[in-house]
């Protein structure tokens, strides 16, 4: 369905571990897929009192979501950056149609299984290791592959994506990159799964 060819950079911005558990995040230039969830479609305000900042994106007409980050971001080509320090957010949308031919029983089980396919497309090989995990409501889903060629001085490389079920028509990927220390990760990640919100009809804008 996505085709790529060659070392291009990585789909939706996803992160990018310089070894494994423990090791700190690198950020590896992005290349988003089909699924990224247009620019136009993600808005970001930055409130100074709170020092937060509030995005709202659009999945359907009649479905919308919004979350919030600490301190200030700013929208980019693949999602959002923040202002302070090299952590991205890149956004990605799936529909239940789009994933419909694969077999798992559920739909975020079935998003996993194309992210795991998109990479292996792009890396031309299987992963080593694939872990799928439940995280406060959401799917976490990550892979490593490890091979001499891999750039990192460990020559691992995990990549990293929260799936979010917005309803039983579409997916949220959220996934992070360029963040400083595992636990940095773990509690940018929380707070954006504690903060995020599904909205119907009435709340969606414009």
């Not at 558990?21 to 897929?33: E, I």
């Not at 497309?121 to 995990?133: F, V």
């Not at 929260?162 to 990640?189: C, F, H, K, M, Q």
């Amino acid at each position: 369905m996505h085709s790529m060819t060659g070392w291009r950079a990585w789909p939706r911005g996803a992160i990018v571990l310089a070894g494994l558990a423990g090791a700190s995040l690198a950020h590896a230039s992005s290349d988003p897929l089909d699924a990224t969830v247009p620019n136009q479609a993600i808005e970001a305000r930055f409130n100074a009192a709170a020092q937060q900042t509030l995005v709202t994106g659009r999945a359907a007409p009649d479905l919308c979501f919004s979350l919030s980050l600490p301190e200030e971001w700013r929208r980019t080509e693949e999602g959002l950056k923040a202002v302070r320090s090299d952590a991205s957010l890149a956004l990605g949308l799936r529909s239940a149609k789009e994933l419909s031919a694969l077999p798992q029983p559920d739909l975020a089980g079935r998003d996993a299984a194309a992210l795991q396919q998109d990479y292996e497309d792009l890396l031309g090989r299987p992963a080593q290791s694939i872990s799928l995990s439940t995280d406060a409501g959401a799917t976490r889903w990550s892979a490593t592959w490890v091979d001499a060629n891999l750039p990192m001085a460990s020559h691992a490389m995990t990549v990293e994506t929260l799936i979010v079920p917005l309803s039983n028509a579409w997916v949220l990927e959220l996934s992070l990159s360029g963040v400083e220390t595992r636990e940095a990760y773990d509690a940018l990640a929380a707070r954006l799964l504690a903060r995020l919100r599904v909205q119907g009809r009435a709340s969606c804008q414009g």
